[in-house]
Every structure is written in C-alpha cells, then in structure tokens.
C-alpha cells in the first residue's frame, strides 16, 4: 500500500545546538499509522517574517517508530541562503516543514521558532570564547592584545582618547573617597629613565606649552600666579648665561648666544638667539674674572647686549667675565 502525507500528523520537538537546530518528528500517515523504516525527503524553510532567508534539504530513513532526527544547518542547502548568517536577533523567524514520501512535497505548515536560539545568537559574540578583556580571579580586567582607541579607529598609543567636539570635558577624573597619602593620579617611569623623558606633555597644536620632564624639572609658557600676575619662563628663569674669554670665546653657557670682542671699540657684543635686547627691558649681572678689570659697565646697541670693562685708571680693556640676563 502506498503511503500518503494527506493529513499526516507531525509530532516534533524543537531545540537548538551549537551548529544548528535540532529536530525530531514522528511521521504518520492519514489513518495515523506510524511510517516506519521508510526513506523520505524533508524539506526545510526558515522565513523572518514572510521572507525565506534559508532553505535545506535532508533523506533521512525513519526507525521502527516512524521517528527522525534531523539537525536544520547541515542539511543541502536550496537557494543562496546561509544558515550560518542568520540574524537570530529577530524574533519572527517561522519554521515550513515538507515531506515528500513519494509522492511529492507535503506542505506540513509553518510555525512560529518559540524559543531563542541562544547558541546561534552567541556566535555573534563567539569571541568571547578567546577573549581580548581578561578578567581575572579578582574580578580584574586587563588587555593585552594592542592599542586601544576611544573616538580614534587607528590609536598609535597603547590608550588614545579623541573627542571630535570640544562642547565637553574630553576625559574626566574624580575620587568620591579619597584616603590621605593616595593619589588621584599617579605617573611613574622606569628608574634610570633619562632626564629627557617626560612624565607628561601638553600641546597647542604643534606647539609644546608645558612638559614635566623624568628629572622633576618643568617647562611652561607662562605661569599665573594667585593675585592673577603672570610670569613668562624667560622671567622666572635666565634668557642666557655664560663665561667668556678675554678674547671672546665662550668656555661655557646657556648655548643660546655668540659673543664678539670689537677692538675698535674696546668693547664685548653679545647676541642672544631670538632676542632683540635693550638694556632697559632685562637685568644684565656682570662677573668680571681679571684681576686688572675693577669696573664694567652695560648697554646694549642694535638689539646686543655690549659690555665694556676697565682698568683702574678708567681704560677700557679685554678681560675674563661672566654674564647672566634675566
């Protein structure tokens, strides 16, 4: 007797593995008797609504009882769908089911998937199986996998923080308890770091403003103090400084300036990189190192500083000195 579909009962569990959907059905035919051991063809439909986004086939033999197992994704694929691919985040996906005995395909209907598909949703966070934020024993969380970058795709620096705005504070840091002997923030560099490294650097643009460098020393543009007085680095700290020969040669200094011995003129002219100097705007402090020179005496000409030293009687000479010009 050939065996029919027409009004066939499916009786079908439902549950979902870690590569596919698994499914069990018993199959009967129109007088309810079981189909045992029967070679049949099972076609599956996976519709997000009422589009088909996957469809398979299977050939699979029922047992004694007329019952089959059947895992959905391994299944021959029809059409250009892709299991793999997906997107169980929706939740109106429907499962069509048709058996063919013989006869042709059976249209069993379509039903609702009741339940998630939790492990095919994992696979979307399927790298948290190899992941790049370790969390340790104590609740810890480390990464050690490259740079990270915040409003920055490609961070240069092991942490880069860009605000493409300026409306807000781009980065914030506060301590609602703060214990005594703690710090909010705290910098530290390897011991013997050169004195050249910096703890911390602060740019306008290109332009270097401030620095603290490993030595403890700093450099800021300019300082503002409490009484709103503002003090630039050339103030608080020496312009040049140096120690000249009496011929003129510089032994030692600041690196910022040359000096020239005009004997026309019986006279010393400094020149200060970058400085056009007038006696009246800085503080000059002569050293005379000769024991011949009793007095000296500061001007300046053409934006140089000019020296000239005496003797006793009030002649002009050469002579060993040092400056320093605030």
């Given at each position: 007797m050939r065996l029919t579909l027409i009004g066939a009962i499916l009786i079908c569990g439902i549950c979902f593995s870690q590569q596919g959907i698994n499914y069990k059905a018993v199959v009967k035919d129109g007088s309810g008797n079981i189909v045992a051991n029967d070679l049949i063809a099972v076609q599956f439909t996976i519709l997000d609504g009422a589009t088909t986004v996957y469809g398979e086939t299977h050939t699979p033999t029922t047992n004694e009882n007329g019952?089959?197992?059947?895992?959905?994704?391994?299944?021959?694929?029809?059409?250009?769908?892709?299991?793999?691919?997906?997107?169980?985040?929706?939740?109106?996906?429907?499962?069509?089911?048709?058996?063919?005995?013989?006869?042709?395909?059976?249209d069993m209907g379509t039903t609702a998937f009741k339940t998630v598909p939790y492990a095919k949703v994992a696979d979307v966070a399927k790298s948290l199986e190899n992941p790049l934020w370790i969390k340790n024993s104590a609740d810890r969380i480390s990464y050690n996998a490259g740079n990270v970058g915040v409003g920055d795709s490609n961070p240069l620096s092991p942490f880069s923080v860009i605000q493409s705005t300026g409306i807000e504070n781009t980065m914030r840091l506060e301590s609602r308890d703060h214990p005594a002997g703690k710090d909010l923030l705290e910098l530290q560099i390897p011991s013997g770091s050169p004195a050249t490294s910096q703890f911390i650097e602060m740019q306008n643009g290109s332009e270097i403003v401030a620095a603290v460098n490993a030595d403890g020393s700093a450099r800021f543009k300019s300082v503002q103090f409490e009484d709103n007085s503002v003090q630039t680095t050339a103030a608080i700290g020496p312009r040049a400084f140096g120690f000249i020969q009496s011929s003129g040669n510089i032994t030692s200094g600041s690196g910022n300036f040359t000096v020239e011995w005009v004997a026309a003129l019986n006279r010393y002219e400094i020149t200060i990189s970058g400085i056009n100097y007038f006696y009246r705007n800085f503080s000059t402090f002569i050293t005379t190192v000769t024991s011949n020179v009793v007095r000296s005496r500061i001007t300046s000409n053409l934006g140089k500083i000019v020296v000239y030293l005496y003797n006793a009687s009030g002649a002009?000479?050469?002579?060993?000195?040092?400056?320093?010009?605030f």
């Open positions: 019952i089959i197992i059947l895992n959905i994704g391994e299944g021959a694929p029809i059409g250009a769908g892709d299991f793999s691919t997906i997107d169980w985040s929706s939740a109106n996906h429907f499962l069509n089911v048709q058996i063919n005995t013989g006869d042709g395909l059976t002009p000479l050469q002579g060993e000195f040092q400056f320093i010009t």
